[in-house]
């Protein structure tokens, strides 16, 4: 069969998407007026035009504009129900899905509504679509260490509806280390912890993300290629990069797709997985990263099955979701 086709039809878990970066821009348009929102954007194509920019900033402006349409328990178990369904078709067995409620508690929504409507549409995609799906809470570190301790503190009564914590939004100048004290207490929690490094900041921060915050995975760390110790400790300790292709094109990580160091990773030893981050900016599903780095780049089958295997070694999948796809 031919790569493409093998790609789209493996089995596969998603380690690294934002369900606020899944928001397409119809279920925006569709958002606003249910909830009687005025949009800037005259169409969903003046809208989709918006899309262009060349650093993780730019990026995240539009991405939090996007994302002030969602007020109702009801919005947010719509927008993760329509990633599932999305998710389904592109063979993923296993999601772990990342929000940021601190964009949405900044206006006025309760961290209950935002938890409940996503946990919902996480719960019905077990038995509706055969995916098993888990929430991971990320702290937006560009707010405060004060703040991310009240969002945990706020978060409490609900832990049982997430698996794990994450660190996300501007990387630069806001190294893991200004957080070693909420994931210390999200720690004792019981809680799995993964963090964004070296996205476009500096190895340091994928060291200090190991060292100082303790985390299981790291978001991106394709930076990790120009530190070579760091390089060896990801290699032995099997520590997996949830690295996102279309995303790091999008934002310029690299020149091009064809300069992408997926297969570096890989060849190292790592443990590296191909997932989407946010599919309705970038561009692409999982399916789509999948075969356009793969085209791009001139990777193999073997090469591919790698990927899919770490995928789900690196997840923080139970027996019991384990008996859901099997
Ligand atoms: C993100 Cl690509 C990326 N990097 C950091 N934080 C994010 N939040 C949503 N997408
Ligand atoms: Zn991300």
Redesign the pocket.
């Known amino acids: 069969a031919r790569l493409p086709e093998l790609l789209r039809a493996m089995p596969k878990a998603e380690l690294h998407i ?1 369900i ?2 899944s928001l397409e821009p119809e279920l925006i348009f569709a958002l606003a007026q249910r909830n009687g929102l005025q949009l800037p954007y005259a169409s969903v194509a003046e809208l989709r035009s918006a899309y262009a920019f060349c650093n ?1 900033q730019s ?2 402006d539009i ?1 939090y504009a996007g994302a002030s349409v969602l007020r109702h328990e009801q919005d947010f178990y719509d927008l993760a129900h329509a990633y599932l369904a999305r998710a389904a078709r592109d063979r993923v067995l296993h999601a772990e899905i ?1 929000f ?1 409620p601190q964009t949405h508690t900044a206006r006025g929504v309760a961290i209950e509504t935002v938890i409940d409507g996503l946990h919902r549409a996480c719960a019905e995609a077990r038995t509706g679509l055969g995916i098993s799906a888990t929430l991971i809470l ?1 702290f937006l570190r560009h707010l405060s260490e004060k703040a991310a301790f009240e969002t945990l503190e706020q978060a409490e009564p609900l832990l049982d509806k997430i698996v794990g914590v994450g660190l ?4 630069q100048g806001h190294p893991p280390e200004k957080f070693a004290r909420v994931f210390a207490r999200c720690r004792e929690r019981g809680l799995h912890l993964v963090a ?1 490094a070296g ?1 476009e900041g500096p190895p340091a921060y994928i060291w200090s993300a190991l060292d100082v915050l303790r985390v299981e995975r790291i ?2 760390g394709v930076q990790a290629v120009h530190d070579a110790a760091l390089m060896q400790r990801l290699a032995h300790q099997r520590i997996a990069l949830t690295v ?1 292709p279309l ?1 790091n094109q999008k ?1 310029c990580v690299f020149p091009s797709l064809a300069q992408h160091n997926l297969g570096r990773l890989l060849d190292a030893g790592l443990a590296a997985t191909v997932n989407s ?2 599919p309705a900016y ?1 561009g692409g599903y999982i399916n789509e990263n999948f075969t356009q780095v793969f085209a791009a780049t001139g990777l193999t089958a073997r090469q591919a099955y790698q990927l899919a295997f770490n995928s789900f070694e690196a997840s923080f999948a139970g027996n019991a979701d384990k008996r859901l796809w099997q």
């Open positions: 934002h606020e970066g993780l990026f995240l991405y990342f940021d990320c996300d939004s501007s990387e964004h996205e978001d991106h996102c995303s934002l981050d946010d970038f």
